[in-house]
C-alpha cells in the first residue's frame, strides 16, 4: 500500500506550531528523507525550523483563489517534485447564537475561508500536477485534519465543526472520485490534542487537563501513514469514527456506482 514512506517532498501548510510543526519533523526524520517544506505565517519561525534542516515558505493561506493560485505556481516552481500536502493550518472560534448580537459574521466567514475553502481551492490547483506525477508512477497523497467535531459538533464552536465536518465530506468524495489514479487521501482526525489552537479562545488552561500530549499523538498519527491508512482517527476521534463513521466508504463507493448507472 502506497504510504508516507512513497513521498520524496512534503508541504506542511500551517507547521509553525501545534500538529503541523511536530508532524513536519517526524515526516522530515524518516528514513525514506522526504524533502519537507513548512509553511505558515509567523516568519521567525519559519527561520528556526530552516535551522533544522526544512524549507521554509511564508504564506497566509486565508487568501482569495487568486493569491493561492501564485502561492501553488510559486511552490510547484521552486519544488516541482511536491507530491504531499499537509493542511494543518485552521482557527477555531466561540459563537453564542442565544446573543445574535454579539455574532462577528465576517470571523465566521474567515474561519470557513481557512478551514474549508482555502482547502478545496488549494487541492483544485494541485491537482492537474499530482495527476501529472502520478502518471509517472510516483503516489501523490493529500492529508486534510479533520476532527472528531466534524463528527459530533462541539456546539460552542459551531462553524469550526461544519467546516471539519464539511472537510471529512469533502475527503470521502475525493477517496472515491480518485481511486483510479496516483492520488490518495490520508485523512487525519485527532481529539483534542496539545496546541496552540485554543489559545485564540483563551481555553487554554482548561483543555491542557484532557488534552492528549502532542507527542503521544504524532506518534499515532506516524503509524497510520506509514501503513498509507485512509482514515487516521486517534484517541476520542477513532471511538466517534468507530461508532458513527464505520461502513461509510462503502455506502459512498455503492453510492457513486447507482449514480453512474442512472
Ligand atoms: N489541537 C487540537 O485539539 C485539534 C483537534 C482536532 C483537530 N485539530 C486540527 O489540527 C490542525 C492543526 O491544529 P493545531 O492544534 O496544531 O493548531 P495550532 O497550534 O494553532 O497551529 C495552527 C497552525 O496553522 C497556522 N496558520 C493559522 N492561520 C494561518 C493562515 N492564515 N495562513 C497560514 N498558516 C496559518 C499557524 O501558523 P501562523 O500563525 O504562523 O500562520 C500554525 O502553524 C488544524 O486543522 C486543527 O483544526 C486540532
New binding site residues.
Partial sequence: MANITDSKCVLV?????????TLAASIHALPSNPTVIV????QE??DELAKTGLETIQ?????DAESLQAFVDELLGRYPQVDTVV??????YEYDFTKPETLDLKKFYSELN??YITIVTLITYLLPHFFKLGEKGQPCFLLP?????GIAPGAWTPC?SAT?AALHSLALSLNEQLKDTNVRIME?????????????AGNTER?AQY?MPLDKFVHDVMEGLKRGDRTIAVGM?ADQYERFEKGKEEIVHATMEEWKSW
Avoid: C
Fill in positions: 501548510i500551517g507547521a509553525t506550531a501545534g500538529i503541523g510543526r509553511s505558515g505565517r509567523r519561525r519559519l504564506f497566509d493561506v486565508n487568501a493542511f494543518s493550518a485552521a482557527v477555531q481557512l478551514n485534519i479533520t476532527s472528531n467535531l469550526y471539519k487525519i482526525m485527532p481529539p483534542l490534542v496539545e496546541s496552540e489552537l485554543h489559545n485564540t483543555v488534552w476521534s
